[in-house]
């Protein structure tokens, strides 16, 4: 594969995607996503419906903190976690991508929808009277993927949990505090997002020259 720009990398794993669609059937969507995109991440999706998604939806929040806690340096896969996504749960798991210089370029994501398999173990617990756990965690994975079909979806989530992290509403906000708050989301890569200087600013109900004086602390 040498010799391949990224996206041209990227398109040689859609044999692959499809191989596994074909394999896990119509209950498993499997997608290809570039980060070097974000707000319109994915190149190939099959049976986006049960997500909700389709091609030229954004990145989630679980591969903005892959991509800012550098988890693809050591491994070359997050297996077997939990997403949620258009009323449905997922037992989810990606694949990092890389280029010959060890660099994530994207990913090849396999989400199965567990609502099928849940209600027929309910039924079986049911029927020989035994009472199971929740689906177990991937211990190398702490935050809940979510699925987004658009940007704004994807920005008010992260804005929230940015805001839920100072745990005070923004109108009682220090300057100090909506600083935090920029500094979070900034971490997070919030701001390689279209349009999130101007959701930010609407959020902490300050101007958007405000947010790039914030964000200058850090750039």
């Given at each position: 594969m040498k010799n391949l720009n990224n996206r041209e990398l990227l398109k040689k794993y859609i044999p692959v995607a499809k191989f596994i669609s074909e394999i896990l059937g119509d209950n498993c969507e499997v997608v290809i996503q570039d980060i070097t995109t974000p707000n319109n991440s994915i190149i190939f999706i099959k049976n986006g419906?049960?997500?909700?998604?389709?091609?030229?939806?954004?990145?989630?929040?679980?591969?903005?903190?892959?991509?800012?806690?550098?988890?693809?340096?050591?491994?070359?896969?997050?297996?077997?976690?939990?997403?949620?996504?258009?009323?449905?749960?997922?037992?989810?798991?990606?694949?990092?991508?890389?280029?010959?210089?060890?660099?994530?370029?994207?990913?090849?994501?396999?989400?199965?929808?567990?609502?099928?398999?849940?209600?027929?173990?309910?039924?079986?617990?049911?029927?020989?009277?035994?009472?199971?756990?929740?689906?177990?965690?991937?211990?190398?994975?702490?935050?809940?993927?979510?699925?987004?079909?658009?940007?704004?979806?994807?920005?008010?989530?992260?804005?929230?949990?940015?805001?839920?992290?100072?745990?005070?509403?923004?109108?009682?906000?220090?300057?100090?505090e909506k600083i935090c708050v920029v500094k979070y989301l900034y971490d997070k890569g919030a701001f390689n997002l279209k349009g999130a200087v101007v959701k930010v600013a609407k959020a902490l109900l300050v101007s958007e020259p405000t947010i790039y004086r914030y964000l200058n602390k850090y750039m």
């Open positions: 419906h049960l997500t909700g998604r389709n091609i030229g939806s954004p990145l989630t929040n679980l591969v903005f903190n892959i991509i800012q806690n550098k988890t693809y340096t050591n491994k070359n896969y997050a297996a077997n976690y939990k997403a949620v996504g258009n009323f449905k749960t997922f037992k989810s798991s990606s694949y990092f991508i890389k280029n010959d210089d060890n660099k994530i370029i994207g990913l090849l994501c396999v989400n199965i929808d567990v609502e099928p398999y849940n209600k027929v173990k309910d039924l079986m617990d049911k029927l020989s009277f035994v009472s199971n756990t929740d689906v177990s965690e991937n211990e190398n994975i702490k935050t809940q993927e979510q699925f987004y079909d658009n940007v704004d979806d994807l920005l008010c989530t992260m804005i929230n949990e940015a805001i839920s992290e100072i745990n005070i509403l923004p109108e009682r906000m220090s300057a100090n």
